[in-house]
């Protein structure tokens, strides 16, 4: 999965898929949508995916600091 940035830029972040650890089709793409609506990175993590979800969160931060930088 790819998300771009609201300002038209190149997708500044993948989010792998890891099906021994985490969904993100079926385990995340809500927490992604609840980012993208919100447009920031305060949302619930997945229950039982803390880990990841965090990974995810973290992800996105780095990648929107350094695409403002």
Do not use: C, H, W
């Not at 500044?12 to 993208?36: N, T």
Request: charged content about 25%; proline content about 3%; overall charge negative.
């Amino acid at each position: 999965m790819r998300q771009a940035t609201n300002q038209g830029k190149e997708p500044v972040q993948d989010f792998p898929d890891d099906a021994d650890y985490y969904d993100v089709d079926s385990d995340g793409a809500s927490m992604i949508q609840k980012m993208l609506e919100s447009q920031g990175t305060d949302v619930d993590t997945v229950s039982g995916a803390t880990y990841s979800s965090e990974g995810i969160i973290d992800a996105v931060n780095a990648a929107l600091s350094e695409a403002t930088s």
